[in-house]
């Protein structure tokens, strides 16, 4: 059986004053129903990695990759009404910051219901059962409450598990979850990232969980890509971060400093001349 | 003498106390953290030091002196502080060199190009950059721009606002190696704001945890190391610091 | 190292390479637009023509003759002759000054003003930007030409006064430019940063805040430029701007309306010249629209 999601070959690239930038630089990689984690600083492509797979970079980006797919189908070769059909339904994308991703003017609720129905043919009363469903199950308490509520009066922490109700409740078979908790509290950092593991084993999905932070993707990935200056320069099973290789990844692990530090100071990755920062 | 001497402090926005009868004191040279989750009121602490707040009441005293007897002027040589957003803090149509000489016009100090080459060398710029906009810069870069900019005065009390939370890891190792060698050759005193554990653990001699506009607990920096705080809060956000950044790694 | 290099250096050794460096990467985006390229051509014969009227112009702008009144357009008069025996080419020429003078004069009155009240009010806020914006309020709620027409009645009819009395209808729209500018970024740390330095609230706004705001002022100001001309022309037209024999568009306009049916170019081309400048202020303004934003720049 192939894989859910085969990509070979990414390469992004923008115009730049001398000529094109390319800044993903053949990334390749299968996913199956099982969690991968994308790691890398900023400017490493990592997000732009997860973009490309849905097809969400506009001009005057360029994309080229040698295959995308999903499934069976090639991605590259939808229309953009078939590729319409695959976000969201099939292959969902939580952002970083649920304060822009969710519309102002909508209540919870009515996004909630948007998602499902843009996708499925359902009656209304039916549609209202299953926001509420799946409310409680990203563990929101009172529910019927908190449909009514506006973006603006949830919390940042509710606001994500809205985005993650809003993403899961077509079913789609793949998460792509772009730095899901870098703009939450530590505190329900960890209650949104269990929800998302949560989730992912009840539905036996693919999940891929693009971040900066190495521990965290450890912590709730099976294997982990690491990626620097748009190439993926090494491949980590979850548990086996500390035997990682590259100097690159040992940089990444042993700059962060630890609750009970007591270097004087923290090593530093060489840099090539003129991207000293 | 302490550097920054805060007693009773309420901080008002709108109708509510922020910050509810807050009292720290920070000596001479000390490393002193205010951490706590977004709405602790860590951060109005610090704008109401600098001015940016001005609905305080309580006692604020920097070196001695009442804050509200002090001149913008004056404070400006005393105090100093480092934002967070690196992007943000720098005037985007002013290259470096116009950035770092702003503080010596406006205090009516000559000699701008020397002093601004060498405040650039101790914050580990290439003076190459000299001439350079923001936008020519990366996020490390411009937080250096931003500590030299905050040194230009030769101030003793710097406050630093989250000052590594939007750089990159390795960025950020950097930018705090940079600022403990400052610390230790300049003695400055520093206050720090964040939500980052670990960042106080390598930066700071002692910390304040807050929590909704109140301090819960103050404790040595061995005390976070271990993990042995009094409070029930304090050791909450210490397990779940833990979990989001430590945990592997105690377990491997 | 070629003056290109020197020019794209992405590590300027000075001010000047700095400064030359941004100006450059502006120019060369402006020149990659074909219509901002159009109107800064206009723009410039415009003030080519203005400033060598006197050469280029075959014939006095005054000068009456009314043995040849009312000629067509031939090889001797090219655009005709008007009701007194003028050369429309040559008052024509000499009118460009006229309209080149009413608009730099009140760009240079209403901008500045427009500017500092729309900073102060943004950068202070409170009640002192519900005064000053209420009473940008007031100046924005009256029609302009009718506005320009009370002052002129007001103070009389003359050039002068047209340029004072269109300068003060003209620096609402830039107060409200300057003052949504600042709002973006009064509370920016940028800002805070150098409050905390010990700079005064006048040189915060007059060096900080002011400078940000010049782009859009500035892009403003051109696509304004139109409506500034013909406002000009329409108080020209009415009788109550440049007074006769001054060869001001507007009232050449005016002049020729009595003859539109059987002389057409004594009104037409006035009208044309009109036409073309306020075209080419609208190209260089939607040009520089394009250029001035640092961030849209970048990556070019």
């Given at each position: 059986?192939?894989?859910?999601l085969e990509?070979k ?7 730049g004053?001398?000529g094109?930038v390319?800044?993903?630089?053949g990334?390749?990689f299968d996913?199956?129903?099982?969690r991968l984690g ?5 400017g490493?492509g990592?997000?732009?990695t ?5 097809r ?7 994309v ?7 499934d069976?189908q ?14 969201g339904?099939?292959?969902s994308m939580?952002m970083?910051d ?23 043919r ?13 409310l409680e ?6 529910p019927e409450?908190v449909m ?5 009066e949830?919390s ?17 078979d ?9 703009a939450?509290?530590v505190?329900?950092?960890?209650q ?6 949560e989730?992912?084993?009840?539905n036996g999905?693919?999940l ?10 450890a ?6 890509l690491?990626m ?5 320069v090494?491949?980590?099973q ?7 290789q590259?100097?690159y990844?040992?940089g ?5 400093p630890?609750m009970?530090?007591t270097?004087?100071?923290?090593p530093?990755?060489d840099?090539?001349?003129?991207m000293?920062? | 003498?302490s550097a ?6 309420f901080?008002r ?9 807050v ?5 001479q ?12 009121g ?7 030091v600098?001015?940016m707040?001005s609905?305080?009441r309580?006692t604020?005293q920097?070196?001695?002196q ?24 720098l005037?985007?149509r ?5 950035t770092l000489s702003e ?8 000699d ?13 710029l ?17 937080q250096?721009v931003?500590?030299?900019r905050?040194l230009m005065?030769?101030p ?11 750089l ?6 950097e ?7 400052l610390?230790?050759d ?10 980052a554990?670990?960042?106080v653990?390598?930066?700071?001699d002692?910390?304040?945890?807050l929590?909704k506009?109140g ?10 190391r271990?993990?042995?705080f ?6 909450d956000l ?8 430590d945990r ?5 | ?13 000075s ?10 990467s502006?120019?060369?985006?402006f020149?990659?637009?074909p219509?901002?390229m159009?109107g800064?051509?206009i723009i410039g014969?415009?003030v080519?023509?203005a ?7 075959p ?6 003759d009314l ?5 067509p357009?031939?090889a001797?008069h090219?655009l005709g002759?008007?009701?007194l025996g ?9 009118g ?8 730099v ?5 209403s901008?500045p003003l ?6 102060v009010?943004?950068y202070f ?7 000053l914006?209420a009473l940008?309020d007031?100046?924005l ?9 009370a002052?002129?009645?007001?103070l009389g ?8 009395a ?5 620096w ?11 709002l973006?970024?009064?509370n ?7 409050r ?15 400078p940000?705001?010049l782009?859009?002022?500035?892009i ?24 006769p ?6 009232a ?17 081309m006035?009208g ?9 202020f609208c190209f ?5 629209r ?11």
């Amino acid at each position: 059986m192939p894989p859910l999601l085969e990509l070979k070959n990414l390469r992004v690239s923008f115009p730049g004053p001398r000529g094109p930038v390319e800044v993903v630089r053949g990334v390749s990689f299968d996913l199956g129903r099982e969690r991968l984690g994308i790691v890398g600083e900023s400017g490493s492509g990592k997000s732009l990695t997860g973009r490309s797979i849905l097809r969400l970079l506009r001009p005057p980006a360029k994309v080229s990759v040698d295959h995308l797919r999903f499934d069976g189908q090639d991605l590259m070769a939808m229309s953009d009404r078939q590729m319409r059909a695959v976000r969201g339904a099939r292959i969902s994308m939580v952002m970083q910051d649920p304060r822009y991703s969710l519309n102002p003017v909508m209540t919870v609720g009515a996004q909630i219901a948007e998602a499902l129905r843009v996708h499925e043919r359902i009656p209304r009363r039916a549609v209202r059962a299953r926001v509420l469903d799946m409310l409680e199950k990203v563990r929101i308490h009172d529910p019927e409450h908190v449909m009514r509520l506006y973006p603006h009066e949830v919390s940042g922490g509710m606001g994500q598990r809205v985005m993650i109700a809003m993403m899961l409740i077509p079913k789609p078979d793949i998460l792509i979850a772009d730095e899901p908790t870098s703009a939450l509290d530590v505190s329900v950092q960890a209650q949104v990232l269990d929800l998302i593991e949560e989730m992912i084993a009840e539905n036996g999905m693919g999940l891929i969980l693009i971040s900066h932070d190495l521990d965290l993707v450890a912590r709730y990935c099976d294997r982990v890509l690491v990626m620097n200056r748009g190439e993926v320069v090494e491949e980590l099973q979850a548990g086996a971060l500390h035997s990682a290789q590259h100097p690159y990844t040992r940089g990444l692990l042993e700059s962060v400093p630890r609750m009970n530090e007591t270097r004087r100071f923290l090593p530093v990755m060489d840099r090539v001349a003129g991207m000293g920062t | 003498m302490s550097a920054l001497n805060i007693e009773n402090l309420f901080v008002r926005y709108g109708t509510k106390d922020v910050v509810q009868d807050v009292s720290i004191r920070v000596g001479q040279g000390e490393s002193y953290a205010l951490v706590g989750e977004s709405g602790s009121g860590k951060s109005t602490i610090l704008r109401a030091v600098v001015g940016m707040a001005s609905d305080w009441r309580g006692t604020i005293q920097v070196d001695g002196q009442p804050r509200s007897a002090m001149g913008q002027g004056a404070f400006a040589r005393h105090c100093q502080m480092v934002f967070q957003d690196p992007f943000a803090s720098l005037h985007p149509r002013r290259t470096v060199d116009a950035t770092l000489s702003e503080p010596l016009r406006i205090h009516g100090i000559g000699d701008h190009a020397d002093r601004v080459v060498e405040m650039m060398r101790s914050v580990g710029l290439d003076p190459r950059y000299r001439f350079r906009f923001p936008h020519q810069l990366s996020g490390g870069q411009r937080q250096r721009v931003a500590i030299a900019r905050a040194l230009m005065l030769d101030p003793k009390l710097l406050l630093l606002d989250e000052p590594t939370s939007a750089l990159d890891v390795s960025v950020q190792a950097e930018i705090l190696n940079l600022l403990v060698r400052l610390r230790e050759d300049r003695g400055l005193t520093y206050v720090l704001v964040t939500h980052a554990l670990p960042v106080v653990s390598f930066l700071c001699d002692r910390l304040g945890v807050l929590h909704k506009g109140g301090l819960v607990e103050e404790a040595d920096v061995s005390v976070l190391r271990s993990g042995a705080f009094q409070q029930p809060y304090a050791r909450d956000l210490y397990a779940a610091s833990l979990g989001a950044g430590d945990r592997t790694r105690r377990a491997g | 190292m070629s003056v290109l290099d020197w020019l794209t250096d992405d590590a300027p050794a000075s001010r000047l390479q700095a400064q030359a460096g941004q100006a450059w990467s502006i120019a060369r985006a402006f020149a990659r637009n074909p219509l901002a390229m159009l109107g800064a051509v206009i723009i410039g014969a415009l003030v080519f023509v203005a400033v060598f009227a006197p050469w280029l112009a075959p014939y006095s702008p005054v000068g009456q003759d009314l043995g040849s009144r009312l000629l067509p357009p031939s090889a001797e008069h090219w655009l005709g002759t008007d009701e007194l025996g003028r050369d429309i080419y040559s008052r024509i020429l000499y009118g460009a000054r006229i309209t080149l003078v009413i608009v730099v004069m009140v760009a240079l009155i209403s901008a500045p003003l427009g500017l500092l009240i729309g900073a102060v009010a943004g950068y202070f806020g409170g009640w002192v930007d519900r005064v000053l914006m209420a009473l940008t309020d007031v100046f924005l709620s009256l029609p302009k030409l009718i506005m320009a027409l009370a002052f002129v009645a007001a103070l009389g009819a003359g050039l002068q006064n047209a340029i004072i009395a269109i300068a003060v209808t003209a620096w609402p729209a830039y107060a409200r430019i300057a003052r949504a500018e600042t709002l973006t970024f009064r509370n920016a740390e940028f800002i805070a940063a150098v409050r905390l330095q010990g700079a005064s609230h006048l040189r915060v706004i007059g060096l900080h805040v002011v400078p940000l705001c010049l782009s859009s002022t500035i892009i403003r100001v051109t696509l304004d430029m139109a409506g500034i001309i013909l406002t000009a022309a329409g108080l020209g037209f009415l009788g109550l701007g440049a007074q006769p024999p001054l060869p001001e568009w507007g009232a050449m306009i005016s002049r020729g309306r009595s003859f539109i049916l059987d002389q057409w170019w004594v009104a037409t081309m006035p009208g044309f010249a009109i036409i073309i400048v306020s075209l080419g202020f609208c190209f260089l303004g939607d040009g520089l629209r394009d250029v001035l934003d640092p961030k849209q720049r970048e990556g070019r």
